[in-house]
């Protein structure tokens, strides 16, 4: 189950949003917010509806309707003031003793809202509580109110800086109780989340969307979206991988030294030119802990993966496709999207080829949700690699296809043998060179690519396309994936844009990296 999971039933979900994640995403290229990654993660819950928002800095609980009763309920009570809403804010000003009764209207002015007598009018009801906390109560709710409407009182809320709040880790608002009828009984319910405001945000993100039970394998620290510029750290199960583009920071081994449960800490310093280095150079290195003398297993979305830290630049597993790994797993692409049809809970009888497999992560997911698949890739070291990882989640290597070789002329072989596949995976990495097709250029080549791929897909089969390329918008990425689809003479029935998961979070300082699209075609 999802740590953010409060409640489910028939007609609701429940959830209790990390700070720093969106209620939505802003726009369609955009990390997904928690709905648009609740709407697609599950099949029963595609027809999710938003009912009420909270800002992306604050926490808290959010209700979602499942059904047209619910969302039909929910929306009149709301617009009614019938749902009672309590939050809970710290501030580090003075706040008068008993009950503060706050009536501003509320107009925006450019990137913030302010008090102003002809603005939208707005109530909130402030008390101050025992434990130095405020509790709000807004009676309406109108953007930023709360906010707008502790700062003009004099106590704005730490780390706050939009409304004059103190610096802080974190803005420290937090929705914890809502409280309306239910939709479908009419019976008074109350949902409840409690604050925690010394909590390391960027953890808390993680723990409230990953499940350490399914998965032990994510990033803890991305870059500047975490606060950390440069910085790169990924928890692999007991095992820390910090990464950056020279030694290890003091700042970064005092914040290592903060993370429970670890064994051993890695550091691997990030060289452009990594094809002129040793293997053991482009390694990462221990930092503390016992050194790893062998390979380890980390555990995502259930599945046994194995890890090797002496192998060179990359560990064995890309944990940026962490989700879209867990689509073939299930065979759920996105609402109203399944890799066979609306009834299929797995991808039993799917025939999968997957490019440029590296340890066949995505082939050992399709697999073990019941496919055919063909893993390709150019190192017979990574492919037996992925005979490994079939075998460590109960899967036999030999009743699937494992093909040393280039990937553009084992698509034309393909081709000319006329076989074809239902999905085909196609993650090629951002720049390779082999001995026959010479170089690739992902930004360049992709169409070319596509363009092998086509034949081998049947009709309704599903494409998905995948690049890393920092510096390819997604804008472009899919106009080349388009232009391709139609000089190849098919036709898209459905699609579904994936960005990066939310533990690789996104800024303006940190742009996104990781483009997916997922094609169904005709």
């Not at 509806?49 to 800095?57: Q, T, V």
């Amino acid at each position: 189950m999802l740590p953010c999971l409060i409640h489910e039933d028939e007609h609701l979900l429940a959830v209790n949003k990390p700070a720093g994640l969106n209620t939505h995403a802003p726009d369609p290229h955009a990390g997904e917010g928690l709905y648009d990654w609740l709407k697609h993660r599950e099949a029963r819950w595609a027809t999710l509806a938003i009912i009420h928002r909270l800002d992306k800095d604050t926490s808290g609980v959010m209700v979602f309707g499942k059904t047209p009763l619910a969302n039909r309920a929910l929306t009149a009570q709301f617009a009614a003031r019938s749902v009672r809403k309590i939050y809970q804010l710290r501030t580090d000003r003075p706040v008068p003793a008993g009950e503060q009764v706050v009536t501003a209207g509320i107009a925006r002015a450019g990137d913030r809202y302010v008090g102003r007598a002809d603005g939208e009018p707005a109530e909130t009801r402030f008390r101050k509580l025992p434990d130095g906390c405020v509790e709000a109560q807004p009676r309406t709710g109108r953007t930023h109110q709360i906010r707008v409407h502790a700062a003009a009182s004099g106590f704005p809320i730490l780390g706050d800086a939009l409304y004059g709040g103190s610096p802080w880790p974190r803005l420290c608002l937090h929705a914890a109780e809502l409280r309306f009828s239910h939709p479908a009984s009419g019976q008074p319910v109350c949902f409840t989340a409690p604050a925690d405001f010394d909590a390391d945000a960027r953890r808390a993100l993680r723990a409230a969307l990953i499940d350490p039970g399914d998965s032990s394998a994510y990033r803890l620290i991305h870059g500047a979206s975490d606060g950390w510029p440069g910085w790169y750290l990924d928890r692999l199960g007991a095992v820390l991988l910090s990464q950056s583009a020279g030694e290890l920071p003091a700042a970064a081994r005092d914040f290592l030294a903060t993370v429970p449960d670890v064994q051993a800490v890695y550091h691997k310093i990030l060289n452009r030119q990594v094809r002129r280095t040793t293997r053991e150079e482009a390694s990462p290195q221990p930092v503390s802990g016992e050194p790893l003398v062998a390979p380890f297993t980390i555990l995502e979305n259930g599945l046994r993966f194995e890890m090797s830290m002496g192998e060179g630049y990359s560990t064995g597993l890309f944990l940026d496709q962490r989700d879209n790994r867990r689509r073939l797993l299930t065979a759920h692409v996105a609402a109203g999207f399944e890799l066979r049809d609306a009834t299929a809970d797995t991808a039993e009888g799917l025939s999968v080829l997957n490019t440029f497999a590296y340890t066949c992560g995505f082939s050992v997911c399709a697999a073990r949700g019941g496919a055919h698949t063909t893993s390709l890739d150019l190192s017979k070291k990574y492919l037996e690699w992925g005979r490994r990882n079939f075998r460590l989640n109960g899967l036999d290597p030999a009743g699937h296809e494992f093909i040393y070789g280039d990937v553009f002329d084992w698509l034309r072989r393909f081709g000319r043998k006329a076989r074809q596949f239902d999905v085909i995976v196609l993650d090629p990495p951002t720049f390779s060179q082999s001995k026959l097709q010479g170089m690739f250029r992902v930004t360049e080549d992709y169409g070319r690519l596509v363009g092998l791929a086509l034949p081998l897909l049947k009709p309704n089969g599903v494409l998905f396309a995948s690049s890393n390329a920092a510096n390819w918008l997604p804008e472009d990425f899919i106009a080349s994936l388009e232009a391709a689809i139609r000089a190849g003479g098919r036709r898209i029935l459905r699609q579904h844009y994936v960005p990066q998961p939310a533990d690789f979070p996104l800024s303006r300082a940190e742009p996104a990296f990781l483009k997916s699209l997922w094609l169904q075609l005709a």
